[in-house]
């Protein structure tokens, strides 16, 4: 029998775009990959952004996805505890996946500690120096009356609009040029930085950024970011003593 005990980290599949058929076949290599790790798996890490659009209406939930929300509570009803960072395409997460997959949810960085390692873990989005742009309509979007006014809209027209504005826009997307910044200039690194002025962390843990990266950034402290499942299919693996961040095969 296979020994479960490996943590994984995966982020920003943005399923939904940038079509439904690309969006499928992206879909089919995260399910086959959960598929994979299931026999290996301890606990699961999902960074934010697995949909390009999310909104929790009461009694309605978008259409797709079914394959990997399937494949997700499988992995769940076998006993894998699942963690998920909403991400700032996601926002709108509440407690759909709490109530229906059992899966813990969560809106800021969170700690946690394996083996004697310590961990911090997040999306990424807003952190750090700069960026008040995002900053400032983050507030915007999650505020309760301007979900409560969007709720109002008809899903088919609701959802087509947040579709065209995640595609279209950058400012509301969040994203960034994919390109490695220089330390100076990626604020998640000073983020990280900053916090150890604090207090110590083996691993910090993100997504968000779409760039899969191993940086140290003290002596005894890395920054892991787990990439993207559009253009580097990227993910990270902790096997008890060194977090890796390793590619698709």
Request: charged share 25%; with cysteine; net charge neutral.
């Amino acid at each position: 029998m296979t020994t479960k005990n490996k943590i994984y980290f995966a982020s920003d599949q943005h399923f939904g775009t940038p079509t439904v058929e690309k969006s499928k076949k992206r879909e089919q290599k995260f399910v086959n990959w959960l598929d994979a790790i299931k026999n290996d798996a301890d606990e699961l890490f999902l960074l934010g952004d697995l949909f390009d659009f999310w909104f929790e209406y009461k009694k309605a939930v978008p259409k797709g996805f079914v394959r990997v929300l399937g494949k997700l509570a499988e992995l769940s009803d076998s006993g894998i505890k699942i963690h998920f960072f909403v991400g700032n395409h996601d926002l709108w997460m509440e407690t759909y996946f709490e109530t229906e997959l059992n899966i813990s949810t969560y809106f800021e960085p969170k700690e946690f500690i394996f083996n004697n390692k310590t961990f911090l873990i997040g999306h990424g989005d807003g952190l750090g120096p700069g960026d008040n742009g995002y900053k400032r309509m983050k507030k915007v979007f999650t505020n309760s009356f301007s979900k409560w006014l969007f709720r109002w809209l008809h899903p088919d027209i609701g959802i087509r609009l947040a579709q065209y504005l995640s595609v279209k826009n950058k400012l509301i997307s969040g994203e960034a040029d994919v390109k490695f910044l220089g330390e100076e200039n990626e604020w998640l690194v000073q983020y990280c930085k900053k916090k150890l002025e604090d207090k110590h962390f083996d691993y910090f843990v993100f997504g968000h950024r779409h760039l899969p990266l191993d940086i140290q950034i003290s002596e005894n402290s890395k920054y892991i970011n787990t990439g993207d499942w559009i253009t580097h299919f990227t993910f990270a693996i902790f096997e008890g003593q060194q977090l890796t961040v390793k590619k698709l095969q």
